[in-house]
C-alpha cells in the first residue's frame, strides 16, 4: 500500500495552461515537501509546507498543505517548457529518538508543450 | 562542485559480480540515505544513517549492504548482482529541521 498517493500521474499540457497536482495519505505528517526532479538528474526541493492550512508560494508555483496534515497540493500557473519533470512529494514522520523519516510519493510527470 | 556527489554516474555489471557505489558530501549532514529509482515505483529506501555508527535498513535492503566510513562517506554494495537490481540509484543528505532531502545526480546501474 502506497503511504503517499500522487495524482494524476501523467499530465501533458499547453504552455500557458494551468494545471493542479495533488498528493494525498491517510496518515498525519510533520510536513510535507515537494521536489522536481529532471532527467539524468536527482530531485531537487522546491517547498517545505509544516502547518496544516499553510499556503506557499514560489513565483508561478502555489503550493498548499491540508488542514488535517494528510494532503497537498501544488498548483502551477501559467505553465512554462521549463516546468516540464516529475513532480515529487515527500512526507515527513517522527521516527523514534527525535529523527524524522521521509516517505515519497511515486510522482507526477509534466510535461509542457510550446 | 556538487555538494552530494555519486560515482560512477553510470555501471553496467554482469550478474552474479559485486559492485561498489560511492557517495560523498559536502553539507556537513549527519544524515545520508541510499535511494533506487525505478519507472512506476518512486523513489524507495533501501538504506538509512542518521551518523557515523548508525546503519538502519530501510524498506528494500535485502541484496544491498553498506558502509558509513566517515560523516561524508556513505558506500552502497550489492554483493552478488542480479538483474532486477537495474535502477537508478540515489544517495541524499538531511540536515534540516524537517528533514529535507538533497540528492546526488545518480548512478544508473544496469545489470545484465
Known amino acids: 500500500t502506497q503511504l503517499l498517493e500522487q495524482s494524476p500521474q501523467f499530465l501533458s499540457i499547453q504552455e500557458g495552461e494551468n494545471l493542479t497536482v495533488y498528493c494525498n495519505s491517510s496518515?498525519?505528517?510533520?510536513?510535507l515537501q515537494w521536489y522536481r526532479q529532471e532527467p539524468g538528474e536527482g530531485p531537487v526541493l522546491l517547498v517545505t509546507?509544516?502547518?496544516?492550512?499553510e499556503v506557499k508560494k514560489l513565483k508561478r508555483l502555489t503550493f498548499q498543505f491540508g488542514d488535517a496534515r494528510k494532503d497537498s497540493s501544488l498548483h502551477i500557473t501559467a505553465a512554462q517548457p521549463g516546468d516540464t519533470g516529475l513532480y515529487l512529494c515527500?512526507?515527513?514522520?517522527?521516527?523514534?529518538?527525535?529523527?524524522?523519516?521521509?516517505?515519497f510519493g511515486k510522482g507526477t510527470k509534466l510535461s509542457v508543450i510550446p | 562542485d556538487a555538494d552530494v556527489t555519486q560515482t560512477p554516474r553510470n555501471r553496467i555489471t554482469k550478474t552474479g559480480k559485486r559492485i561498489m557505489l560511492e557517495c560523498s558530501q559536502t553539507?556537513?549532514?549527519?544524515?545520508m540515505y541510499w535511494y533506487r529509482q525505478d519507472p512506476g515505483l518512486g523513489l524507495r529506501l533501501i538504506y538509512y544513517?542518521?551518523?557515523?555508527?548508525?546503519?538502519n535498513k530501510g524498506e528494500i535492503s535485502d541484496g544491498y549492504s553498506v558502509s558509513r566510513q566517515a560523516q561524508a562517506k556513505f558506500s552502497l554494495s550489492l554483493e552478488s548482482a542480479i538483474p532486477n537490481q537495474t535502477a537508478l540509484y540515489f544517495c541524499?543528505?538531511?540536515?534540516?529541521?524537517?528533514?529535507?532531502?538533497?540528492f546526488g545526480q545518480g548512478t544508473r546501474l544496469t545489470v545484465v
Open positions: 553539507k556537513g549532514h549527519d544524515r
Open positions: 509546507v509544516v502547518t496544516g492550512g
Open positions: 515527500a512526507g515527513a514522520r517522527a521516527s523514534g529518538a527525535g529523527s524524522y523519516q521521509l516517505t
Open positions: 544513517s542518521f551518523d557515523v555508527k548508525d546503519i
Open positions: 496518515s498525519v505528517f510533520s510536513s
Open positions: 541524499a543528505t538531511s540536515g534540516g529541521l524537517f528533514t529535507e532531502a538533497f
